[in-house]
């Protein structure tokens, strides 16, 4: 459970980070501007994905290895 969880968050933050590289710099990565329903709350979401990151690596930091 351990690393389903630090896969998730790694996933999040890279996702978060390239949704913020994308609206700062117009590089074409990541997925939150391809998701229609976020148009105009692209960094929002891309925040969100950041800070739901670094929750996940916490939760999974509290649980015991195995």
Avoid: N
């Avoid at 998730?8 to 700062?24: I, K, N, S, W």
């Avoid at 800070?51 to 690596?57: E, H, I, K, S, T």
């Amino acid at each position: 459970m351990k690393q389903l969880l630090e896969l998730l968050g790694f996933l999040a933050l890279v996702q978060g980070g390239a949704g913020l590289l994308h609206e700062f710099t117009d590089w074409h990565v990541g997925l939150v501007q391809r998701i229609g329903l976020l148009d105009g709350y692209e960094i929002y979401a891309s925040v969100a994905l950041i800070v739901l990151a670094f929750a996940l690596f916490a939760a999974a930091e509290s649980r015991r290895s195995g």
